[in-house]
């Protein structure tokens, strides 16, 4: 199955969850998640890419904000800085993106779907070996964010691909859930967890990540 029917299917689960939702009693308190709350949050993500024998993580650390602009849009920004090392070959990437999420509130829940464009800067270096190579990436994502009690569980689909030439560029499907927790007024935790399928390589990946957030 390629990356478009995965997404297709994965919004089409989507939609079915809404669905189900829809015939249960509405929930009043959706202040456990992250759609229409103004914060800033930074995070840590290890990739561990498979079909690796040895020294397989990719790390990330990530700088964000989001900001509700109405009662169904949301605007952020984040950057990401990445390190890669492996068989003496290191790789290091900047990405600066910005996106705009839209949602409903539905019995409770929140379907959404967002959009987002940025730029990405990766050098690599080896043994006599250095390149760089900069270009543009563009992304949709969609989900539904479900508060169970005091926790957000939210299931999701994201799909990323960038503007370069079809021999260089890549395009890479995400499915997997986040999770976040209020656990004062002001202060959050949150665990994403998703399987990382890039479409004509073996490079697929398992990723996790943890973090905070500050409300402001």
Same mark, same amino acid.
């Given at each position: 199955m390629n990356l478009t029917k995965k997404f297709s299917l994965a919004l089409t689960i989507v939609a079915a969850a809404c669905l189900v939702h829809a015939d249960e009693p509405a929930s009043t308190d959706t202040?456990?998640?992250?759609? &229409?709350?103004?914060?800033? @949050?930074?995070?840590?993500?290890?990739?561990?890419? @498979?079909?690796?024998?040895?020294?397989?993580? $990719?790390?990330?650390? @990530?700088?964000?904000?989001?900001? #509700?602009?109405?009662?169904?849009? /949301?605007?952020?920004?984040?950057?990401?800085? &990445? !390190?890669?090392?492996?068989?003496?070959?290191? +790789?290091?990437?900047?990405?600066?993106?910005? /996106?705009?999420?839209?949602?409903?509130?539905?019995?409770?829940?929140? #379907?959404?779907?967002? +959009? /987002?464009?940025?730029?990405? !800067? /990766?050098?690599?270096?080896?043994?006599? $070996?250095?390149?760089r190579s900069e270009y543009a990436v563009w992304g949709m994502a969609a989900g539904i964010e479900i508060p169970v009690g005091p926790v957000a569980i939210t299931p999701f689909a994201d799909y990323g691909t960038d503007f370069r030439r079809s021999i260089a560029s890549t395009q890479d499907l995400d499915l997997g859930v986040k999770i976040n927790y209020w656990y004062n007024e002001r202060w959050a935790v949150f665990a994403n967890v998703y399987h990382e399928d890039v479409m004509h390589s073996s490079s697929d990946s398992f990723n996790w990540s943890l973090g905070l957030r500050r409300k402001f």
């Open positions: 202040s456990a998640g992250t759609l &229409g709350q103004r914060y800033a @949050e930074l995070s840590f993500t290890n990739q561990v890419i @498979e079909h690796v024998s040895s020294n397989n993580n $990719y790390y990330y650390g @990530e700088l964000g904000a989001n900001v #509700p602009v109405t009662k169904f849009l /949301d605007l952020g920004g984040n950057y990401t800085y &990445g !390190w890669f090392n492996h068989l003496g070959q290191s +790789l290091r990437s900047n990405l600066g993106e910005a /996106d705009a999420t839209a949602y409903v509130t539905c019995a409770g829940v929140k #379907p959404f779907a967002a +959009l /987002d464009l940025g730029y990405q !800067w /990766d050098r690599t270096t080896a043994a006599n $070996y250095f390149a």
